[in-house]
């Protein structure tokens, strides 16, 4: 059982940067693909970036390539998502997400999910 918290949000100006952060519960976290994911007013839920467990093989949606880094520390179970440049159609409610298999993690089929935080760009 995995239970997920993210923390890092807020409200800043386009161009600022923010630090996401998922604290995991678990003594198995490093058998977990991690994955970010977003959801804006009115829009699906899409996959952000994504990372195995050992943290060498990650994946970018195309938006956020070059702006945004996911890396991961197994030692305090936590999930981290850098993201610089920011612009206002990143505004969403951003969620962590686990699974054992990367590429049901990647589809958003995954076990387990956060809460969400709020990510809001002004212009």
């Known amino acids: 059982q995995v239970q997920l918290v993210e923390s890092g949000g807020g409200l800043v100006q386009a161009g600022d940067s923010l630090r996401l952060s998922c604290l995991a519960s678990g003594r198995t976290f490093s058998l977990y693909a991690m994955g970010w994911f977003r959801q804006a007013p009115g829009k699906e839920r899409e996959f952000v970036a994504g990372?195995?467990?050992?943290?060498?093989?990650?994946a970018y949606e195309d938006s956020v390539k070059g702006r945004f880094t996911i890396s991961r520390d197994n030692a305090r179970n936590t999930l981290y998502l850098q993201m610089n440049s920011l612009k206002p159609e990143d505004t969403a409610v951003y969620y962590c997400?686990?699974?054992?298999?990367?590429?049901?993690?990647?589809?958003?089929?995954?076990?387990?999910w956060g809460q969400g935080t709020q990510v809001t760009v002004s212009s």
């Open positions: 990372i195995r467990g050992v943290g060498i093989t990650t």
């Open positions: 997400a686990a699974d054992e298999r990367f590429a049901s993690m990647l589809n958003g089929e995954n076990d387990y």
